[in-house]
């Protein structure tokens, strides 16, 4: 599993990748009040905004970590299971499957014993 800067993560399984939104980002929030998806048709860029989780009245967006085009959103999100991603957000709380444009490449992101250290910081 790797991870970006602004926290999210992927999960490259051979040429789909699973994405999501790190524990370190989703911290304080007791409650997701909304999840919505934005338009997945078509080849999203690394850093669009692929859903956002609103609570009390803050926004939150959760953007791509690389290139590439969304093929399937976690139907247990979008089904009204919202706070899956506070339960399990690296695992069952992905947001999004994606093939990736670069599968192999990993530039920018960090592997997650980097990614400890970086949120200690």
């Keep these: 599993m790797y991870y970006t800067k602004d926290h999210e993560w992927i999960d490259f399984q051979g040429s789909v ?10 911290k304080g929030i007791l409650q997701v009040e ?35 085009k969304v093929i399937s959103l976690n139907d247990a999100l979008l089904n009204g299971s919202q706070n899956l991603l506070l339960q399990q957000p690296e695992t069952t709380g ?5 093939v990736p444009d670069k599968p192999y ?5 960090i592997v997650q014993e980097q990614y400890q250290q970086y949120t200690k910081g």
């Design 17 to 26: 990748a699973y994405v999501g939104v790190s524990t370190f980002k989703l």
């Design 34 to 68: 909304q999840l919505s998806f934005a338009d997945a048709e078509g080849l999203k860029k690394k850093g669009d905004t692929i859903a956002k989780i609103t609570y009390d009245d803050y926004e939150m967006a959760i953007q791509m970590p690389v290139d590439g």
């Design 94 to 98: 992905w947001i999004a499957l994606i």
């Design 105 to 109: 490449e990993r530039e920018e992101l």
